[in-house]
């Protein structure tokens, strides 16, 4: 069965860092953009950051010069690199593969909070 298993998310202050991961099983990871998407409560699932198979990078408004995205292919793991926090980046974060119609992990929770 194919999964996505996110991991890194904490709690962490303004200013601060974290880098969250995602570990795909199965064939997926090689055929798929792979993506980072946030909710926030009462909010709508919003893409964050994603990179294509031939490593293309499209950012947000509000993450671009702050977080990056990249994939290890022969690790079958994408990472988002965020920098700079800010408490409006609190949200959970999810990990996708192939779109809003793809296969979805469960998220890994982000606070930025002093």
């Known amino acids: 069965q194919v999964q996505l298993v996110e991991s890194g998310g904490g709690l962490v202050q303004p200013g601060g860092s974290l880098r969250l991961s995602c570990a795909a099983s199965?064939?997926?990871?090689?055929?798929?953009?792979m993506g980072w998407y946030r909710q926030a409560p009462g909010k709508q699932r919003d893409l964050v950051a994603a990179i294509t198979t031939s490593g293309i990078r499209n950012y947000e408004d509000s993450a671009k010069g702050r977080f990056t995205v990249s994939r290890d292919n022969a690790k079958n793991t994408v990472y988002l690199q965020m920098n700079n926090l800010k408490p409006e980046d609190t949200a959970v974060y999810y990990c996708?593969?192939?779109?809003?119609?793809?296969?979805w992990g469960k998220g890994t929770l982000v606070t930025v909070s002093s």
């Open positions: 996708n593969a192939g779109g809003r119609s793809g296969l």
């Open positions: 199965g064939d997926i990871f090689s055929i798929s953009t």
